[in-house]
């Protein structure tokens, strides 16, 4: 029988499979930048927004050649519903070879924003600060255009998803940085 794990049984999952401290963290931050957003567009389901994301990337560490196809069988074999595996695991389309494209709110979010807290976090971490809390869409928008800062966050993707939300990449980028301010100070 499979569960929508609490986020406290899906920090142990990705625990799990991910030892290295960066994935643990992105983990961590996909997860609570997503509980954000479902407190604002789906406040019954924040819990479930914020496993999906905390899940999404179960398998990267281990199987980065298998990325979002590993994931799902690691998920089932954790015991975890599958509408949590497909949510999870559709951030991969276009990228891996996942058969699941986001199709709901919730998954277009998180094809949005895993990409894009990486660059964020990226541009934070160079500033004197080293944090969103002072973080602004212009030194956002600067790093975007510079191909070669954060080389493996994809702007394909992150344009992709601000599209198919149907939002600017501007609304996008400022939400995700007030997103990734609750979820520091928290």
């Given amino acids: 029988m499979s569960q929508v794990p609490t986020p406290a049984q899906a920090d ?21 930048v997503m509980a ?19 899940l999404h990337d179960v ?10 196809v590993k994931g799902e069988e690691l998920l089932r074999d954790e015991g ?11 951030h991969g389309w276009g990228v891996t070879a996942t058969t699941h494209q986001p199709t709901d709110h919730m998954e277009k979010v998180l094809f949005a924003v895993d990409e894009l807290t990486g660059l964020i976090g ?21 790093k975007f255009k510079d191909k070669k800062f954060a080389a493996g966050c994809s702007r394909d993707v992150i344009e992709q998803g601000a599209q198919q939300l ?21």
């Avoid at 567009?41 to 927004?49: H, I, N, S």
């Avoid at 398998?59 to 979002?68: G, K, S, T």
Wanted: hydrophobic fraction near 45%.
């Fill in 12 to 32: 142990e999952i990705v625990r799990k499979y991910n030892k290295e401290p960066f994935h643990i963290k992105h983990a961590e931050t996909v997860g609570c």
């Fill in 36 to 54: 954000w957003f479902a407190a604002r567009d789906d406040p019954a389901r924040v819990d479930f927004w914020r496993v999906v994301g905390m």
């Fill in 59 to 68: 398998d990267f560490e281990m199987y980065p050649d298998e990325h979002c």
């Fill in 80 to 90: 975890v519903d599958e509408g949590v595996i497909v949510s999870a695991m559709s």
């Fill in 122 to 142: 990226a541009v934070a971490i160079m500033r004197p600060s080293r944090s969103v809390s002072d973080l602004e869409l212009p030194s956002v928008k600067k």
């Fill in 166 to 186: 149907g939002i600017s990449l501007d609304d996008l980028i400022s939400d995700t940085i007030l997103a990734m301010r609750a979820c520091e100070q928290a």
